[in-house]
């Protein structure tokens, strides 16, 4: 299996403090890979960096084989590196359809042909099986600002699948979800890995839904990694027991 | 109901083109200048309205326009469509270049830099004298010649500034329905969210400068034969402020906005002349009520009223 995100020595300072510090790991194809960690972790930091929004103080970032650090998130995107955020980010004013045919259309060939092309950019069948797949039908004309809040998770989430992408890196998608929702969550999220061979990498603070969730998963403290493995190996090591109790 | 819309625009379109004939010459004026501003005021609304970058720079954009045409038909005798041409061309560029702060600066930061921009080109018309005829302005700007059609009259030019009104109308219509126009909106509502869905919110924000720039210049272009004679007061900051009141009035980000804010800013203050000196009091307090109570402009209030009775109905369903 070939690696689809590789990441090597990555660091990240802000001023003195290492938030992140000589970071590397790899993520197959088709993987879901959780990753811990306590709060300030760097856990968010090193998304941050892996997704172009700051620019890693060392270390590299590549996408199947090819360099990314410090690439621009819009041309990250474009090369099929797709994101879900961990506080609410949709487009409140427009509707769900809209929401999801914005999230494909730059996908489609030069800017100029979408000014002159159709007016879906030839998306609307696209949207319609997410809005279908992530059961949202009902509100799929409601002005996206109008959903409650586990929906509009569903719609961030529906919007980083919408242009099929290679890897997707998901920011808490469980926070703040209620339960019924956070099965159907986690089964679509099962199902959309199985079916679009993305690979996942999540930041979760929710252990059960990660550990249901995940097939390998790392755990993050004071910026390093700590351990790594599968949900049991990591559930039983002393070191992320340590991590997560104190001192 | 749902033909309402298309009844009430032919409408308007009848009353547009008939008004000329009962009209006298300062009635037709209005009307005229009810166009051009419209044109600038959707510029500014697809600058503002669609893609969220505030931009108090309007009027210099307008006077760029207008003095590329004054100063090259009355000068070196161009043809007014090249001077039209050249002007939006102009504007197209140096809004551009404007932009480029907004990748930087947003909201009240990025209007100071507009601002700025309004004053130092209001600066360089009054104080190059040599090319721009400084406080002394430019006189007998001459209404085209278009393909044998004589636009010297009030009549004629009116429906000149309509044709070109209804030529951007189509064209911003086309365009903010267009992925572009809902790339616009992303960038508006959520820059942060919009590049990391591919958007390339740079190009797109320099484009919604550039775009909405070249149409004051097209505005402006209109505004210089229509008045016959300009100088550096009109297009000072009063004017972008004006323009910026037009687009929130008549509803900012609604297609239809700057044509009703146009009608307010424009139209409105000469039917008060009635009230004589009070007229300008009883439009100020017009304009702060509504804004008080609906910030989201004519348009908005509009859809409120209209919107409201189907909730109701919906909630009735729904008990």
């Known amino acids: 299996m070939s690696a689809v995100l590789e990441v090597r020595g990555l660091s990240k300072a802000f001023g003195g403090i290492n938030a992140v510090e000589d970071v590397s790991f790899e993520v197959n194809e088709g993987e879901i890979l959780g990753i811990i960690g306590p709060n300030g972790s760097g856990k968010s930091t090193l998304f941050n960096c892996i997704l172009g929004q700051l620019l890693p103080s060392a270390g590299s970032v590549h996408v199947d084989g090819r360099a990314v650090t410090g690439m621009r998130p819009c041309d990250l995107n474009r090369l099929g590196v797709s994101r879900t955020f961990q506080l609410l980010q949709v487009f409140p004013q427009m509707s769900v359809r809209e929401n999801l045919i914005l999230a494909g259309q730059e996908h489609q060939g030069a800017m100029w042909s979408r000014l002159f092309g159709r007016r879906d950019a030839g998306l609307s069948e696209a949207a319609q099986r997410m809005i279908d797949f992530f059961r949202l039908a009902h509100v799929a004309e409601e002005k996206a600002g109008g959903l409650s809040y586990g929906q509009q998770k569903l719609l961030d989430a529906a919007m980083a699948f919408m242009a099929g992408p290679r890897l997707v890196l998901l920011d808490e998608p469980a926070g703040g979800v209620n339960l019924t929702m956070l099965a159907d969550l986690r089964e679509r999220l099962r199902a959309i890995n199985a079916e679009q061979k993305a690979t996942f990498v999540v930041i979760e603070h929710n252990m059960e839904f990660v550990m249901a969730l995940c097939t390998r998963i790392l755990v993050l403290a004071e910026g390093r990694i700590i351990a790594a493995g599968s949900p049991d190996e990591v559930r039983r090591d002393p070191k992320v027991i340590e991590a997560y109790l104190g001192h | ?319």
């Open chain 2, 1 to 319: 109901m749902k033909r309402l819309p298309a009844v009430l625009g032919l409408i308007v379109l009848a009353g547009l083109l008939i008004a000329p004939f009962a009209l006298k010459p300062h009635g037709i004026y209005l009307l005229s200048m009810w166009a051009v501003m419209s044109i600038a005021a959707i510029g500014l609304n697809l600058t503002l309205g669609y893609a969220g970058q505030i931009s108090l720079a309007q009027a210099a954009f307008v006077g760029i326009g207008a003095y590329c045409t004054a100063i090259l038909t009355t000068k070196f005798g161009w043809s007014f469509p090249a001077t039209f041409v050249l002007g939006a061309v102009l504007c197209f560029v140096v809004g551009w270049l404007l932009g480029y702060p907004a990748l930087r600066v947003q909201h009240h930061y990025l209007a100071f830099v507009t601002l700025a921009f309004t004053t130092l080109v209001y600066l360089v018309l009054r104080n190059e004298e040599k090319i721009t005829g400084g406080t002394y302005g430019i006189s007998g700007i001459k209404r085209p010649v278009l393909l044998g059609w004589a636009t010297q009259g009030a009549r004629d030019y009116y429906f000149l500034c309509l044709l070109v009104l209804a030529v951007v109308a189509f064209a911003t219509w086309w365009l903010v329905r267009s992925p572009w126009g809902r790339a616009f909106m992303a960038l508006r509502e959520n820059p942060l969210r919009a590049s990391s869905l591919g958007v390339d919110t740079r190009r797109y924000t320099l484009m919604a400068f550039a775009i909405g720039s070249a149409l004051g210049g097209v505005a402006g272009s209109l505004y210089a034969p229509l008045v016959e004679f300009i100088d550096p007061s009109p297009f000072a900051l009063g004017l972008s402020l004006n323009l910026l009141l037009m687009v929130i009035v008549g509803g900012s980000g609604y297609f239809w906005g700057p044509f009703l804010g146009a009608i307010v800013s424009v139209l409105l203050p000469e039917w008060l002349r009635v009230a004589d000196g009070l007229y300008l009091i009883i439009y100020s307090v017009a304009v702060m009520v509504l804004m008080v109570f609906c910030p989201s402009g004519l348009l908005g209030l509009a859809e409120r009223i209209f919107k409201r009775p189907k909730a109701a109905n919906a909630a009735k369903v729904a008990t």
